[in-house]
């Protein structure tokens, strides 16, 4: 069975970091493009970043330069480390997991994590 479990989530500053976390289990994930995305009350989910698998990533404009996603393919753990945070991050953080080695939008995800919660304030 196939479950992704994503943490690290909470409440900071804005200009704070977190690293959040995902854990995989069930298959091995290096094969296939890993994504975060994330969604705010009364807000479609939005692609933050993913990685594929080659290893190249992309990101949101709007988190370019603050977040980097990375991936521990021994431990089968995605992260996305994120600094400089701002208010409007604020959202539930999730990952997924593309049945696709190198298609990475939101349709091409076959698995998702349950989320976490990442609250900013100013």
């Known amino acids: 069975q196939v479950q992704l479990v994503e943490s690290g989530g909470g409440s900071v500053q804005a200009g704070g970091s977190l690293r959040l976390s995902c854990v995989v289990s069930?298959?091995?994930?290096?094969?296939?493009?890993m994504g975060w995305f994330r969604q705010s009350p009364g807000k479609e989910r939005e692609g933050v970043a993913r990685?594929?698998?080659?290893?190249?990533?992309r990101y949101a404009d709007s988190v370019k330069g603050r977040f980097t996603i990375s991936k521990d393919n021994a431990k089968n753990v995605l992260y996305l480390q994120m600094n400089s945070l701002k208010p409007e991050d604020t959202a539930t953080y999730y990952c997924?997991?593309?049945?696709?080695?190198?298609?990475?939008?939101?349709?091409?995800?076959?698995?998702w994590g349950k989320g976490t919660l990442v609250t900013i304030s100013s």
């Open positions: 997924a997991v593309s049945g696709w080695r190198f298609a990475c939008g939101i349709s091409d995800m076959h698995y």
């Open positions: 990685v594929d698998s080659a290893g190249k990533t």
């Open positions: 069930g298959f091995t994930y290096s094969s296939y493009c």
